[in-house]
């Protein structure tokens, strides 16, 4: 059962606007944790007033509660418990207490001690144009990348404002008492460092603008649009920051004859009526070198020559795609005389019947027996 608003704030039910303003000072000064630090009950406290007053101040959602209680707000924006973090409650303290100067509270959670921010410099992003061959095999591109480093002579002090602990803390005497407020040291960004001095050729942050060349592995497998991530080769940060990242992203050109389907690869293989009759042999381009195929004779159009392993690896080292070898029967588009007498003839013949049913499936079979 959720407690009464009322109750918390230790008022009694239909209590006025100032009277629960007033009485919600009183929680705030008892309960806030800076005068009871790492007590956990008196948060709570501090929490639950918090959220009693955001109720009670309104009156709209004053009017509400008095009528239905907590109902009123169930399956709502404001319903269930904790509904409030700590920040809801400082920015609510505005119109209680006036003034702004809440803003950078954050003393919350203990241990706020002398933590250093280490700036990182920004990422730096290339594309990169493989052919289908490279991204089989794997390969290492030399790149050009420009990018800022560190100038050579830029020196460093420690930062007046926040002496090098990156902190600033600010003591704000308040109607709680005493309040120390810490933020980040807005001079010199948190590092604690400021630059001394720097060379002509350094901008304002001790970096110069450099062209570099950067060797990156790719590995076998990438597909395009991916992208891949050098750590520290981005730009360099002031001081002792951190560099950025360089992150290469994966362009792959268009292959000739060859055209990719996740792992696997497709080649359009066309053969004339009298290769298809009589068989063939023809040699084709894959991703490793040159291949031999034969063509069994009487070769039906559509057939699937399937060549285990001469596909793409996969990029997480399990196994490697296929290439399929699809066949085509080239039909030519026109006929001399001789030419066209000659499939006339052929054409009362019935061995020239297709005749789908008999044999197919051996042939099929005797296909795949070839490439296994
Ligand atoms: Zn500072």
């Known amino acids: ?16 606007a100032a009277e629960v303003k007033k009485a ?38 004053k009017a509400r509660y008095d009528q239905y209680g907590h109902q009123a707000f169930e399956g709502g924006g404001f319903g269930g418990g904790g509904g409030m973090n700590m920040d809801d409650i400082f920015s609510q303290f505005g119109d209680i207490f006036g003034g702004g100067g ?7 959670g203990g241990g706020g001690g002398g933590r250093q921010r280490r700036a990182k410099g920004s990422n730096l992003r290339i594309r990169v144009k493989l052919t289908l061959e490279e991204i089989a095999n794997g390969v290492e591109k030399k790149i050009k990348v420009k990018r ?18 990156g902190q600033v803390t600010r003591i704000t005497n308040t109607i709680l008492g005493r309040m120390q407020t810490s933020s980040p040291c807005s001079a010199c960004g948190g590092s604690g460092q400021m630059i001394d001095d720097r060379p002509a050729e350094a901008d304002m942050q001790g970096l110069k603008a450099t062209e570099e060349t950067v060797s990156i592995k790719i590995p076998a497998g990438v597909e395009d649009g991916m992208q891949l991530k050098v750590s520290g080769k981005g730009n360099e940060a002031p001081g002792n920051g951190i560099a950025g990242d360089l992150i290469v992203a994966i ?12 792992n696997n690869l497709h080649y359009d293989m066309y053969v004339s009526f009298s290769e298809a009759a ?16 034969k063509i069994e004779e009487g070769v039906q159009s559509g057939k699937i020559l399937r060549l285990r392993g001469k596909g793409i690896p996969s990029i997480n080292g ?24 000659f499939f006339e003839k052929m054409a009362k013949d019935d061995h020239f019947r297709p005749n789908p049913e008999s044999g197919e499936k051996s042939f099929f079979e005797k296909v795949k027996d070839m490439f296994s």
């Open 102 to 108: 809440f803003g950078g509270f954050s003393g919350f």
């Open 318 to 341: 399990y196994g490697t795609g296929d290439l399929l070898v699809h066949v085509n029967v080239w039909t030519p588009k026109t006929l001399n005389k001789e030419q066209r007498e």
């Open 278 to 293: 009589l068989g063939a042999s023809r040699e084709i381009d894959t991703v490793s070198g040159k291949v031999r195929i």
């Open 251 to 262: 362009e792959e050109q268009e292959h000739p004859d060859l055209q990719r389907e996740g």
């Open 24 to 61: 919600y000072r009183k929680k705030a000064i008892e309960y806030h944790p800076d005068k009871n630090p790492g007590d956990k009950e008196a948060e709570e406290k501090f929490k639950k007033a918090a959220e009693a007053y955001e109720i009670l101040s309104d009156p709209d959602k």
């Open 1 to 16: 059962m959720k407690e009464d608003f009322y109750d918390i704030l230790g008022l009694s039910k239909g209590a006025t």
């Open 148 to 165: 800022k480093i560190q100038a050579p002579g830029t020196t460093y002090k420690t930062c007046s404002t926040c002496n090098g602990s």
